[in-house]
């Protein structure tokens, strides 16, 4: 499988942005994908806000198996952290909760002067976690544009709430992936541009992740009865789904988009594709 890397040049210029426009903020709101929340960590986003609060949001909890328990372990490390689906409506309050606690003791040392402030936060994330989503969610009416795929955010937006403001910016990747394993893992649910990558690797490095962890959904979703070889697996799912070509050659293409796309969907059930102790073990 060849070794994916992603960081066009509107990331150098978000970077930089983030980097001039944390001095305006009183803390950030980095929104991790609660299927990989390891994987969709992104450190460098983390160092921009160094000595001030970060609270952590496992968006798509909904699609995501065991969402409480991830909370827990990125909470041990210290970090305050909330599981949720924000395109729910009735999230908003434990969100704004979440964000109240975040910046509590500033607060209280402002009213203890006589005075109140509206507190700043900067959304982070790397692409498709749903940052828009969850500024959406605290707003209460749909102030960004937000999409399932990579990159639809592309300029910093200031977004005025009761209580807060909150800075969209794009979503963000390492300049480079030293772990080719999360990388992996993003491309899966979508963090990552479609167009650079390999579908073919892509599909049949899942099915064979899938087949180590979920076995049974393969076998209910596609029929599969022999996990002994991804390409094997893939001649299965193409008989399941009936992607065959003229001539009976089965259709590999098409069967590739639709593993990717069933799990993106949420259609191979709930997941979790991180394990515990990359969890425990990232830096947040």
């Not at 070794?3 to 983030?18: C, E, L």
């Not at 970090?79 to 500033?106: F, H, M, P, W, Y």
């Not at 193409?238 to 070509?245: A, E, I, M, P, Q």
């Amino acid at each position: 499988m060849k070794v994916i890397q992603w960081f066009p040049g509107h990331m150098t210029k978000a970077m930089r942005m983030m980097k001039e426009s944390a001095a305006l903020c009183d803390g950030a709101i980095m929104v991790l994908d609660a299927r990989c929340p390891a994987s969709s960590f992104n450190e460098k986003l983390k160092n921009v806000f160094a000595g001030k609060p970060v609270l952590y949001v496992l968006n798509k909890a909904d699609l995501a198996e065991r969402a409480e328990e991830s909370v827990k372990l990125v909470a041990s490390s210290g970090a305050a952290a909330v599981s949720l689906n924000a395109t729910q409506s009735g999230c908003r309050r434990q969100l704004i909760s979440a964000c109240d606690a975040v910046v509590r003791e500033k607060r209280e040392r402002a009213q203890a002067k006589g005075y109140e402030r509206v507190f700043r936060f900067m959304v982070l994330g790397v692409p498709n976690t749903g940052k828009s989503t969850v500024i959406n969610l605290l707003s209460g009416s749909k102030r960004t544009v937000t999409g399932d795929k990579a990159g639809v955010t592309r300029g910093k937006q200031w977004i005025r709430l009761e209580g807060f403001e909150l800075l969209d910016t794009p979503g963000t990747m390492p300049p480079a992936f030293e772990n080719q394993t999360f990388a992996r893992r993003l491309a899966y649910v979508g963090s990552i541009n479609d167009d650079i990558l390999d579908f073919d690797d892509i599909a049949l490095a899942l099915l064979s992740d899938m087949a180590q962890k979920y076995p049974a959904r393969l076998a209910e979703r596609y029929g599969i009865t022999d996990f002994s070889a991804s390409l094997a697996m893939l001649d299965q799912v193409c008989t399941r789904r009936g992607f065959v070509l003229r001539g009976g050659d089965l259709d590999y293409d098409r069967a590739c988009r639709a593993v990717v796309d069933d799990l993106r969907k949420g259609r191979l059930g709930p997941i979790l594709l991180d394990s515990a102790e990359d969890i425990r073990s990232a830096k947040f």
